[in-house]
T-cell receptor, first 112, second 112 residues
Framework: NAGVTQTPKFRILKIGQSMTLQCTQD?????MYWYRQDPGMGLKLIYY???????DKGEVPNGYNVSRSTTEDFPLRLELAAPSQTSVYFC???????????FGDGTRLSIL | KQEVTQIPAALSVPEGENLVLNCSFT??????LQWFRQDPGKGLTSLLL?????REQTSGRLNASLDKSSGRSTLYIAASQPGDSATYLC???????????FGTGTRLTVIP
């Protein structure tokens, strides 16, 4: 199993551009999450999904969108990139309530 | 809202020493607590998951304890090694919630 795979690993965007951060997992996990990690701060939840077709907002959803058309994939969309969205983005998944979350290696995004 | 605090922010110890990392949380209505390790430029690796009904969990040289009533968890690392150098994060899942609330981590350096 590859676990949780995120692409790309690095990206530089210009203000106003859009992009999609990809996340896929091969563990047949129901729950998937997107977090952002800023320097000196804990991880903050952006969006999460409890299963295909179901998504919900986390603590910091503004400026982002998600979809969950399959169990495996949970892409994160930035429509109009802003400098405040410069961060490291982590995708995570877990099987059920009693299982730990598994994380991808992250996408480092800079908005210039 | 759940607040998670980890003190100290950084810790340096000589190789071979036993050490304790601390995590405190404000809302005792938790479902479980998870300890992670994060290496520079990498994702999070799950170390231990403690359910709210448990007092401790052990894995190799690691032992995590949970005291819900006082809002505290500790991660004990025995016989520290230079390879243990990393940032250690604790995260709490509240009862009825799907996401984790993270602390800002303790950066551990084990000096050979």
């Amino acid at each position: 199993n590859a676990g949780v795979t995120q692409t790309p690993k690095f990206r530089i965007l210009k203000i106003g551009q859009s992009m999609t951060l990809q996340c896929t997992q091969d563990m047949n996990h129901n729950y998937m999450y997107w977090y952002r990690q800023d320097p000196g701060m804990g991880l903050k939840l952006i969006y999460y999904s409890v299963g295909a077709g179901i998504t919900d907002k986390g603590e910091v959803p503004n400026g982002y969108n998600v979809s969950r058309s399959t169990t495996e994939d949970f892409p994160l969309r930035l429509e109009l990139a802003a400098p405040s969205q410069t961060s490291v983005y982590f995708c995570a998944s877990r099987l059920d309530s009693n299982q730990p979350q598994h994380f991808g290696d992250g996408t480092r995004l800079s908005i210039l | 809202k759940q607040e998670v605090t980890q003190i100290p922010a950084a810790l340096s110890v000589p190789e071979g020493e036993n050490l304790v990392l601390n995590c405190s949380f404000t809302d005792s209505a938790i479902y479980n607590l998870q300890w992670f390790r994060q290496d520079p430029g990498k994702g999070l690796t799950s170390l231990l998951l403690i359910q709210s009904s448990q007092r401790e969990q052990t894995s190799g040289r690691l032992n995590a304890s949970l005291d819900k009533s006082s809002g505290r968890s500790t991660l004990y690392i025995a016989a520290s090694q230079p390879g243990d150098s990393a940032t250690y994060l604790c995260a709490v899942r509240r009862t009825g919630a799907n996401n984790l609330f993270f602390g800002t981590g303790t950066r551990l350096t084990v000096i050979p």
